[in-house]
């Protein structure tokens, strides 16, 4: 299997880079500050923890936004997060939010991609609510994996100003949150989108992150053939296949939106 993991010297520079980054955001901006969801999960709270490294804490700001499917265990550690590290936080209830669109198409409301998709959505409104009011950036907290993939919600959770953990696999964000001195059990629980009831990250993919990210990295990101990959890896080469066709089929979330050609 590759190891993906950073030696300890490039974890540092990778840890520095990114503090870096989102401090020239802001910056280069002009606003005071950032906002992020919080979610009680590895990626929200490793950005939460380089948010106030590279900024201060007073120029952090999160919102913790449960909806009725969300997971209390999870939005009790997203309360934890922002109290330990000394940010301001909000907590929004979305699902009130969510009735009226499911009043005004109810035919959707069974739906739990649509619903789940919506909810994505109505936190990233409520995102740009606050930090347009507080003149800041908004935050995202995806990583390399699922944006690889397009494991996020179009204009949901990938409608952000800036990604920090962007160029970061799911397994080395693990490795990051341990430097930061984020708690191994919120580094070890099970991460999920808390889009529905249930729904967890490696359940809806079919794989684990442990799996994926060396399929990316030799495959998808890197030169390997899915048959060399397969056999680098010792998978099945559907597997490194559908990954293939995950990454293909999701491109239009990773660009803009298209426009005609010019004419001639």
Not at 46 to 53: F, I, N
Request: proline content about 6%; overall charge negative; hydrophobic content about 40%.
């Amino acid at each position: 299997m590759v190891d993906l993991r950073l030696s300890e010297s490039e974890l540092a520079r990778r840890r520095e880079h990114v503090e870096a980054f989102v401090a020239e955001q802001v910056e280069a901006a002009g606003v005071d500050g950032v906002v992020l969801g919080l979610s009680g999960g590895i990626d929200s709270t490793t950005t939460a923890h380089l948010a106030v490294e590279a900024l201060g804490a007073e120029a952090v700001h999160g919102l913790v936004m449960p909806g009725s499917v969300s997971d209390d265990e999870n939005m009790s550690d997203a309360e934890w997060v922002a109290e330990d590290l000394g940010i301001d936080y909000e907590v929004v209830p979305i699902e009130d939010v969510i009735e009226p669109f499911l009043e005004a198409i109810p035919a959707a409301a069974e739906d739990h991609v649509a619903v789940g998709n919506a909810r994505a959505r109505v936190r990233a409104v409520l995102s740009y609510l606050l930090a347009n009011h507080e003149n800041r950036l908004v935050l995202g907290t995806g990583n390399r994996s699922e944006a690889a993939i397009g494991y996020f919600t179009k204009y949901g959770d990938g409608a952000v100003d800036c990604h920090p953990l962007g160029r970061l696999y799911k397994v080395q964000v693990r490795q990051l949150a341990r430097d930061l001195g984020v708690p191994e059990d919120l580094i070890e629980k099970p991460p999920t989108a808390g889009l529905w009831e249930g729904q967890t990250d490696e359940d809806e993919l079919g794989l684990s992150y442990e799996t994926l990210d060396p399929i990316l990295a030799l495959h998808v990101d890197g030169p390997l053939s899915a048959a060399a990959t397969a056999r680098e890896l010792d998978v099945d080469r559907e597997t490194v296949e559908r990954v293939r066709q995950l990454h293909e089929r999701s491109a239009h979330k990773r660009s803009p939106p298209p426009v005609p050609e010019p004419l001639e």
